[in-house]
């Protein structure tokens, strides 16, 4: 039976798992700070306090962590989860991928130009892999692979995929989104701006082969 004391234990080894404080993952999942604080673990009259659903799905999904591997963590028996299962994606060199014509309207791959790369791990049935053909300095070289998934959310500070309406697909880190504009920061230091009619999907990075 799954108790309080076991959840927090989960979330307090997944944020050491990636690096961060208890605070440090709640503000990577979009959280308040104090969201995982030990003073928000119980009442003031000692009663326990759960984790809302939300914050737990949350953060999952800002560190790429299943449930079962989350639970694995909660009862410590992390290492013993089976491997993950390889899956083929679909997979594009860049320059091949500019020109809107091997993505549908959502951002999901189609046609015949693709080919397939094993890749373990990745529940997004829709993700898909592009091959840098140049340097993009300093963030990417040549020859990297970039995991994408259309069917993800997106976040301020992510590493995004824009489509533009002419089919041009631009790299970068989302900085801003309103109800008129994207903005992205480039690899290259520099900010790009986009109207939002000029927007045709975007897509977050989840993984890349640096």
């Known amino acids: 039976m799954m108790t309080h004391g076991d959840v927090w234990v989960g979330i307090d080894r997944l944020a050491a798992k990636n690096n961060y404080s208890a605070s440090g993952l709640a503000k990577r999942a979009g959280l308040d700070p104090t969201t995982f604080n030990k003073s ?9 306090r759960w984790p809302s659903t939300e914050s ?14 989350f639970v694995a963590l909660m009862d410590g028996s992390e290492g013993t989860v089976a491997p993950p299962v390889s899956r083929r994606l679909r997979s594009l060199p860049l320059d091949r991928a500019q020109g809107g014509q091997v993505f549908d309207a959502s951002g999901f791959p189609q046609g015949d130009a693709w080919e397939d790369v094993d890749f373990p791990g990745l529940e997004d049935g829709h993700a898909f892999a592009l091959e840098l053909t140049e340097d993009i300095s300093p963030a990417w070289r040549r020859g990297d692979l970039l995991v994408v998934s259309p069917s993800s959310s997106t976040r301020r500070g992510d590493r995004i995929v824009l489509a533009d309406r002419k089919g041009t697909l631009h790299l970068g880190s989302l900085s801003r989104r309103t109800a008129q504009r994207v903005v992205v920061d480039r690899p290259d230091g520099q900010e790009a701006n986009f109207a939002i009619d ?13």
Do not use: D, F, P
């Not at 928000?40 to 326990?48: E, H, V």
């Not at 737990?56 to 591997?69: D, P, R, S, V």
């Not at 000029?198 to 640096?210: K, M, P, T, Y």
């Open 198 to 210: 000029e927007v045709a999907w975007i897509a977050r990075i989840v993984w890349a082969s640096q």
């Open 56 to 69: 737990i799905a949350k953060i999952l999904e800002a560190t790429n962590t299943t449930m079962a591997e």
């Open 40 to 48: 928000k673990r119980a009442t003031k009259q000692g009663k326990a």
